[in-house]
C-alpha cells in the first residue's frame, strides 16, 4: 500500500514566478491537508480539502490557493513567489475529521 | 500565547537512556494529541494518538497527557542512536481538520 506521495521533491524558482506542488494520499484516504515547514520550525497549516471543496484555511494570503481532483489528489499552488515562501510543503491525507494524518516526503522549495 | 509551547532543543543523550519530551498547551478543550518524529529532510511520521487524559504505551514508547495542567509528555527507554530526530507534538484543532505543531525538540542519542 502506498503511502502519500508528493512531487517534485526539490524545486528552484525565482521571485514572482509561480509554483504547483502535487500530492498522492494514501489509497481509501478522501482528505488532503497542504502545511508549509520552514527551517526549524513546526508544520503550519496551509488548508485542506475534502470533496473537492476547500474545507479550512490557515493564515496564509490568497497567492496561495489549491485544488483537489476526483481521485481525491490534490495540488498546491502558489503565486508571485517571495524569498520567505522557501520551505519544505508537506501534503497530509486522513479519511474525515478527526483522524489521524498521515505526512507525506513533502517537497523542499526554494526561491532565489 | 501560542496553542501549543515545545522546547526546541537541541537534547543530546547516551545510548540506552530514557528521554522525556515534553510540549504543553493553551486550550483546556483540546482533546486530540499527537506526537511525529520526523528525520533530517523526511516528512513527520505519526509515532502516538493518544485521546483525552491518561497514558498510551507502544513498544518504547509512552506518550502521556495531564489535562489539568495542559502538559504533554512522550517517554522513550532504551534510546538508540536509530531515535535520533526532531520530535514534534501536535493537537488537532479547527474542528478536527487542522494540526497545530510544536516547533519540534531536536534529539541525538549518542554511543
Known amino acids: 500500500d502506498a503511502g502519500v506521495t508528493q512531487s517534485p521533491t526539490h524545486l528552484i524558482k525565482t521571485r514572482g514566478q509561480q509554483v504547483t506542488l502535487r500530492c498522492s494520499p494514501k489509497?481509501?484516504?478522501?482528505?488532503v491537508s497542504w502545511y508549509q515547514q520552514a527551517l526549524g520550525q513546526g508544520p503550519q497549516f496551509i488548508f485542506q480539502?475534502?470533496?473537492?471543496?476547500?474545507?479550512q484555511r490557515g493564515n496564509f494570503p490568497d497567492r496561495f490557493s489549491g485544488h483537489q481532483f476526483p481521485n481525491y489528489s490534490s495540488e498546491l499552488n502558489v503565486n508571485a513567489l517571495l524569498l520567505g515562501d522557501s520551505a519544505l510543503y508537506l501534503c497530509?491525507?486522513?479519511?474525515?475529521?478527526?483522524?489521524?494524518?498521515?505526512f507525506g516526503p513533502g517537497t523542499r522549495l526554494l526561491v532565489l | 500565547q501560542k496553542e501549543v509551547e515545545q522546547d526546541p532543543g537541541p537534547l543530546s543523550v547516551p545510548e540506552g537512556a530514557i528521554v522525556s519530551l515534553n510540549c504543553t498547551y493553551s486550550?483546556?478543550?483540546?482533546?486530540?494529541f499527537m506526537w511525529y518524529r520526523q528525520y533530517s529532510r523526511k516528512g513527520p511520521e505519526l509515532l502516538m494518538y493518544t485521546y483525552s487524559s491518561g497514558n498510551k504505551e507502544d513498544g518504547r514508547f509512552t506518550a502521556q497527557v495531564d489535562k489539568s495542567s495542559k502538559y504533554i509528555s512522550l517517554f522513550i527507554r532504551d534510546s538508540q542512536p536509530s531515535d535520533s530526530a526532531t520530535y514534534l507534538c501536535a493537537i488537532l484543532t479547527g474542528g478536527g481538520n487542522k494540526l497545530t505543531f510544536g516547533t519540534g525538540t531536536q534529539l541525538k542519542v549518542e554511543l
Open positions: 489509497s481509501g484516504h478522501d482528505t
Open positions: 486550550n483546556s478543550a483540546f482533546q486530540y
Open positions: 497530509a491525507s486522513s479519511i474525515g475529521q478527526w483522524e489521524t494524518q498521515y
Open positions: 480539502y475534502y470533496e473537492e471543496e476547500e474545507r
